[in-house]
């Protein structure tokens, strides 16, 4: 039975580090479903699962979320309202790196409509995150890392 993924669902990912959550709290037309992945870890499965909607968010990304429940790569484990803080579509920034320093010179911002530029990033701007879709791999490896947008060396 294929169970269909709605706004405020939980997923559980597993990794090496322990279990990490998400929740599902946008589509793009363009880009598919926008998760905000939540920064704590965990040993085993919180009993409330709500509770884990109130941790901060260590990062947002654009993940192929039905094709993953659907291969069991994550699993849904919960429906939580979306949080306030997490409703309004938020601000991502974008640029091509250099190839021979594989740093970005040109920093774009992206609302999900439209995109301006603005050259150098601030610091409030360097935790912005960064437009992209990832997959199961690259989410899990970023979730490991303990990766976040304003660490990001590009």
């Not at 279990?19 to 965990?42: C, S």
């Not at 192929?64 to 938020?90: C, M, S, T, W, Y």
């Not at 301006?116 to 970023?142: A, M």
């Amino acid at each position: 039975m294929v169970v269909k993924v709605q706004f405020g669902d939980i997923v559980e990912i597993r990794t090496r580090k322990g279990l990490a959550y998400a929740q599902y709290t946008h589509r793009h037309e363009n880009y598919g479903a926008l998760i905000r992945v939540f920064d704590r870890l965990y040993k085993s499965r919180p009993a409330d699962i709500a509770e884990v909607a109130s941790n901060p968010v260590r990062f947002t990304t654009f993940f192929p979320l039905q094709a993953a429940v659907n291969r069991h790569i994550v699993d849904l484990v919960g429906k939580v309202r979306v949080p306030e803080r997490l409703q309004a579509f938020p601000l991502f920034r974008d640029g091509v790196a250099d190839p021979p320093t594989g740093r970005v010179a040109v920093w774009w911002l992206w609302d999900g409509e439209r995109e301006w530029r603005v050259g150098k990033l601030t610091s409030e701007q360097r935790r912005l995150p960064i437009r992209g879709i990832w997959n199961d791999t690259f989410l899990v490896e970023r979730i490991e890392e303990g990766w976040r947008p304003e660490n990001d060396r590009r």
